[in-house]
C-alpha cells in the first residue's frame, strides 16, 4: 500500500518537495490556502513592467535548481543577471560607494577608514566565540573585523537578506557558513582562502560564486511551472485549520470555497510559515506551538518605481545600493533591477524595487502608508540624482516578512528534531528551517524527501 502524504503550502518548499516526491511516483496532495502558487514568491506585469513583490532573484547555489529548470522545460524563460549586477553600492555620507570586490579596490576605497583597513591585519590573531548560537552577527563581526565593518558592511547586508537587526541574528544560525570559517579554519581571512579550494571539489557554490538567476516572467514562474507538472495535486484555495491523529493515521482538515473537507493521511509534510503553523498545532502539540509563535517575522514593504531613464542621473551601472543604519533614511535599499534583468522595463524605462522597514523599522507596520512612501520616494530620488515623478509605482505590504534566526534560534531547531521523533509522520519544513533563500529552500527540499522517504520504508 503506498502512504498518502499530505504537503501543506505550496511556496517553493513544499513545491520543491513536491515535484521530487511526484517525479518518484509519490502519492501526494498539496493544500495552499491562496488562489495562486509560490508563497513569497509574487510576479506581476502591469504598465510594461514587470515586478517581483518577494524575491527579485536567487542564486544558483544547488545543482537541483538546474534540474528543476531542464525537468520543467523553463530554459527558455530563465534568465541570468546581467554582469552589471556583479556591482553593490552602499551608501555612506549621502554618496553610493561602490562595494570593493578585490584587493585594490578595498585599498582605494573610501567606503571604508584606513583605521579600519587596517584593522582587518588583526583578524587572524581573533580568539574564537564560545558559542555561536548565542553570539549577534553584530558582536562576532565586531570582534573578529571591527565596528565599522559591522556599520558600512555587515548591516547593510543583513538588511539586503534578512531585512534583519544584526545586534539580534545569531551568527551560527543565520550564518552558519560564516560563522563555520572561524570554527573551521580559526579566523575568516584564511578560512575564505581554504574553503574556496575545498569547494571546487564539490559541485557546490558559494554565494559569492553562485549565478544570480530569475525568468522572463519573474521569480513566480518556477512555482508556476512545478504546480503546472503536478497537475490535479494540488487543491489552491485550501486553507488548512486543523490536524488530528486518526488511529495510525493523521486527518488534516481544509476550507474550500467554504465547505469543510478532509484528508486522511500516513505523512503530513508542513512548509506553511511558522506563525501559521502555531495556530494549527496548538491543539496538537503545545510546546511546539509556542516554540513556532516565538519566531519573528518583521513587516516588509516592497516599493516598486519606474522612471524614465532621461531622468536619472546616477549612472544605472550596478545590483543597487543598500543603506547602514548609520545613515538614517527611511528605507533599507534599492535594487536597481531593470539593470539587472533588462527586460523588467521597456527600453526607455527604468524599473526599481526598494525595501522598507524589516527589524530594523517594524514601527512601519502602524505608520500611515501614503505618507511613508512619500519620504521614501523623495530620499530615493535625491540618491538617485532624479527630478521628475515615478512614471509607474506599486507596492505591496508583507506583514509579516521573512523568519529571523535570532539568538537562541537553536533552541527551536531542537525541539523541531524531537517534535519528529515524537510524532513519526509529521515533518516540518519551510524557510524557518535550514536558511530563507529561494535556493536555500530547494536545497533543504532534498533532506525533507529524504525523510518522507525513511518514513515510507
Ligand atoms: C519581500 C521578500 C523579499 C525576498 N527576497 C529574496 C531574494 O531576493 N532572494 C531569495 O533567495 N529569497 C528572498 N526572499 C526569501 C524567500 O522568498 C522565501 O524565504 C521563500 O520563498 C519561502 O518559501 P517557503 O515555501 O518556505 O514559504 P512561503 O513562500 O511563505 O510559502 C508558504 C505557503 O504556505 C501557505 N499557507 C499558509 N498558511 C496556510 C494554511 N493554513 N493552509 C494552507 N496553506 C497555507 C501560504 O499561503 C504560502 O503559499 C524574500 C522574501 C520576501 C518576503
Sequence with gaps: MKKKIVILGAGISGLAAAYF??????DITVLEKKSEVGGSMESAWESGFLFDRGPNSGLETTPLIRILVEDLGLQDQLMYASKEGNKRYILRGNKLHP????PPAFIKTKL???????????????????????????????????KEFLDYAINPFVAGVYAGNPEELSVKSAFPKLYALEEE?????????KSIKKRKQRAEK???????????DGMQALPKAIANNLGGKIITSAEVKSIYKNGECYSVVFYKDGIEQRIDCDIILSTIPAYAASNLF???DEELSKHLSKIYYPPVLALFLGYKKSDIRQPLDGFGFLIPSKEKKSFLGAIWSSVIFP????????????????????????????????????????????????????HKFWQKAIPQYNIGYIEHENYFDKFEEKFSGIILGGNYRGGISVG????NSKTLVNKIKNLCR
Design 21 to 26: 516526491l511526484h517525479k518518484e511516483n509519490y
Design 99 to 102: 562595494l570593493p570586490m578585490n
Design 112 to 146: 571604508f577608514s584606513a583605521k579600519a583597513k587596517l584593522r582587518l591585519f588583526a583578524e587572524p590573531l581573533m580568539g574564537k566565540s564560545n558559542d555561536g548560537y548565542y553570539e549577534s552577527i553584530a558582536e562576532f563581526v565586531t570582534r573578529r573585523l571591527g
Design 185 to 193: 579554519y580559526g579566523g575568516l581571512i584564511v578560512g575564505t582562502i
Design 206 to 216: 558559494s554565494k559569492q560564486d553562485a549565478q544570480m538567476f530569475s525568468f522572463k
Design 282 to 284: 496548538k491543539n496538537f
Design 343 to 394: 527586460n523588467r522595463a521597456t527600453g526607455d524605462e527604468a524599473a526599481f524595487t526598494l525595501f522598507v522597514g524589516g527589524s530594523r523599522n517594524p514601527e512601519i507596520e502602524n505608520t500611515d502608508k501614503e505618507v511613508l512612501i512619500k519620504k521614501v520616494i523623495d530620499e530615493f530620488q535625491q540618491l538617485m540624482k532624479i527630478n521628475s515623478k515615478p512614471s509607474f509605482e506599486a
Design 440 to 443: 536555500d529552500c530547494i536545497k
